[in-house]
């Protein structure tokens, strides 16, 4: 083992020396595009005279540059093409750069591949599994579309499985091409004898084939690949739809109503209600029930507000009447019937993709040109003892109580178990929220999540974290749920217990296993950056994506679907996730864009924080609602802003300019400089970016400026 490492420690830094030297000495001057114009006719006059020597030097060349990853390789192949011409030229350095390649290929597997693959083994088992099944044909895709450097192609696939056969023979033949275009632009520079060569028709072309040739390839490894995964099917003569969608939230709703604007032939399948969970289990109900709460909380607080004391009655089911009633409300935005009239044809039932071009829907089959699935999420429940023996609770099924929970458990505190746990403890529930971590709200960062946790338990809600749920016990008439906390078993009492975990993706039952989609690790569909599954024409968007699961970014998603969908033949958009803002609905409010200190930290990311309490805002204080504060996190030394995070009174509201900011570019200097009004919740942003300037002020030109005023003095 010592004698390997030795030797690999002598082999790299031989491989250093050499690649030193070349640069030391100045060789890469000699692989210009200048320099190869003026030696050009001495080149062709010594191979007119030492035809096979010239070849053999010159490959052999080719091939220490290749292999050492030095560069210069595009003008040694213009200059294969101007001095053997396209045949021989193609030839040699078909087999020169494969070579080479392969050479650097192996001493990157000598010296990486066991380092990479023990250091990152739990990480490479999806990228081996990828190359196993297809590495080929990946590599293939790499090697005609240059999308990466020709050297970071070998020695990133020196670290991979895959075998070093296959990998000199797909490098061959798909290196064949981008060869044959360089070499043409070769021969063409050859021929240019005056300036005016320069503009010739041929020479034009052949640079423009430069150009095109990454489209062109790009569009041939995408038909090879599309042949290779609609084999098996045979396509419509015909088809019924440009798009079918499946799924009426958030996510389908928008993808159809894009379809229907632009004039596409579309469908929308829901088995359920139109509006999906958004309307009627999600974001709807829970913010009617968070309005009524409040109200509730603002009369508790009524001595803050100069009042001697405030009530309020209410009867509990009439409060869960109210939200069915706001629902109805919204209803009609989501509506079979506005859908119809927009030009989309709806359909209720059960879908089940047949083939990649047919979606069969109540005994009817729909043949489509694209399909877009989007059939969200629904609550994750636990595989817990004893669950099965109660009536639980889901962030789908609460809405049907009309009796208030005595005793409420919540388990889970992310943000629906926190905006739930408050509601319902606000209405009059003694609710106790349960987490496993150490924190609520795990995504945002601690400071955040302490202040909303102190909120909790100001309001009397019982919180339990670092607590495992293990089981469920029931003894007579009361209902436990047992614990583990530091090795000990708790018991917590409970009336009735609210499943909040997060959601599992809707990827079953209706054809997606048959056909084949691929699915992540965590059950998500997999889809690439145009948003397609691994069926071209199949797209996904929104929960059962899983990137985001908000409502506002399933719509993002369902913008990118419909126009790759439709218009993708002439050019496709990568989806944008560069500024996703979310909210948490607490009291206060937890509001956040890009990055926070937690993630920069993990990530290792340099920034700069200032942190604006609102506690020292007038309108905060005049609304007895400051409590939070404004995070803004920087680029070392620029106004550049990389994440914010809001806790306060509308913060999800106020959000809004920070988001545009960082969508656009617009630094903190700007935000300083727009006027805001007085007096607002707004305005704290303009004062955190006051302090950021704070932070910056020249101090050096402060001094002066003040021996100035000094000086005026006099």
């Known amino acids: 083992m010592k004698k390997t490492r030795g030797f690999k420690i002598v082999l790299l830094l031989f491989i250093a020396g050499l690649i030193s030297l070349f640069f030391l000495f100045d060789l890469d001057d000699y692989f210009s595009l200048a320099n190869l114009k003026e030696e050009l006719v001495a080149f062709k006059a010594y191979y007119g005279q030492h035809k096979v020597l010239t070849m053999s030097g010159y490959m052999v060349l080719y091939i220490i540059m290749a292999g050492l990853s030095l560069p210069g390789a595009a003008i040694m192949t213009l200059a294969g093409g101007a001095v053997f011409g396209i045949f021989y030229g193609t030839l040699i350095v078909s087999f020169a750069s494969t070579i080479g390649a392969t050479l650097a290929f192996l001493f990157s597997r000598y010296m990486f591949r066991d380092w990479v693959q023990n250091k990152f083994s739990s990480k490479l088992l999806a990228i081996n599994k990828g190359i196993d099944k297809e590495g080929g044909f990946y590599l293939f895709t790499l090697r005609l579309v240059p999308i990466f450097p020709f050297f970071v192609i070998n020695l990133v696939m020196g670290v991979t499985s895959i075998s070093t056969l296959v990998f000199y023979g797909v490098s061959q033949l798909g290196m064949i091409p981008g060869t044959l275009v360089f070499i043409n632009a070769g021969t063409q520079l050859a021929k240019i004898e005056s300036p005016g060569g320069i503009l010739s028709v041929n020479m034009i072309l052949s640079f423009a084939l430069l150009g095109v040739f990454p489209i062109i390839a790009r569009r041939f490894t995408a038909a090879i690949r599309q042949k290779k995964v609609f084999s098996k099917f045979s396509k419509p003569k015909q088809y019924d739809y440009n798009m079918v969608v499946i799924g009426a939230g958030s996510a389908g709703l928008v993808a159809s109503y894009i379809a229907a604007v632009v004039k596409a032939k579309v469908a929308l399948i829901e088995e359920d209600k139109m509006g999906g969970d958004c309307l009627n289990t999600g974001c709807v109900p829970s913010k009617a029930l968070i309005a009524s709460a409040k109200l509730l909380s603002h009369a508790k607080r009524a001595k803050e507000f100069g009042f001697e004391r405030a009530t309020v009655e209410f009867h509990f089911a009439d409060v869960m009447e109210r939200i069915q009633s706001i629902i109805k409300k919204v209803e009609p935005h989501d509506s079979v019937e506005r859908y119809t009239g927009l030009g ?156 909040a975990l997060g959601r599992t993706p809707n990827v079953s039952g209706f054809g997606l296993e048959e056909l084949g989609i691929e699915l992540t690790g965590r059950g998500h569909i997999e889809t690439n950056e145009f948003l397609q599954t691994n069926f071209p024409n199949i797209y996904c968007s929104g929960d059962v994506h899983g990137r985001y699961q908000f409502t506002h970014t399933a719509a993002h998603e369902s913008w990118y679907c419909s126009v790759n969908a439709l218009f993708g033949r002439f050019k496709k958009f990568s989806v944008d996730y560069g500024t996703i803002p979310w909210a948490t609905y607490t009291d206060p409010e937890v509001a956040r864009v890009g990055l926070n200190e937690t993630e920069a930290k993990q990530a290792g990311i340099e920034y700069e924080m200032v942190k604006y309490g609102i506690d020292d805002l007038d309108r905060a204080i005049a609304d007895s609602q400051n409590l939070g504060f404004v995070k803004v996190l920087t680029m070392p030394g620029k106004d550049k802003i990389l994440g914010v995070t809001i806790v306060g009174n509308h913060a999800a509201d106020v959000i809004a300019e920070f988001v545009l900011a960082m969508k656009h570019g617009i630094g903190l200097n700007k935000i300083l400089g727009t006027i805001h009004i007085y007096p607002t919740m707004a305005e704290a942003h303009k004062y955190a970016a006051g302090l950021w300037k704070k932070n910056h002020a020249p101090e050096k030109l402060l001094t002066w400026i003040k021996k100035y005023h000094t000086w005026m003095r006099k």
């Open 344 to 499: 989309v044809d709806c359909f209720n039932g059960k879908a089940k993709i047949v083939s990649p071009f047919e979606v069969k829907v109540n005994d009817k089959i729909l043949t489509t040109k694209n399909i877009i699935v989007a059939t969200g999420a629904k609550p994750m429940v636990p595989d817990l003892p004893g669950l099965d023996r109660i009536n639980y609770l889901t962030s789908d099924t609460i809405w049907n109580i009309r009796k208030l929970p005595e005793n409420l458990l919540v388990l889970g505190a992310g943000p629906i178990g926190c905006e739930l746990a408050q509601g319902f403890s606000r209405i009059g529930s003694k609710v106790t929220l349960v987490q496993r971590g150490s924190q609520i709200m795990k995504k945002e960062d601690p400071d955040a999540a302490q202040i909303i946790l102190n909120r909790f338990q100001e309001e009397g809600i019982n919180v339990f974290l670092n607590h495992s749920a293990k089981a469920i016990d029931v003894l007579g008439q009361e209902k436990q749920l047992i614990c583990d906390h530091e090795g000990r078993q708790i018991r917590i009492p409970f009336d009735e217990i609210l499943i």
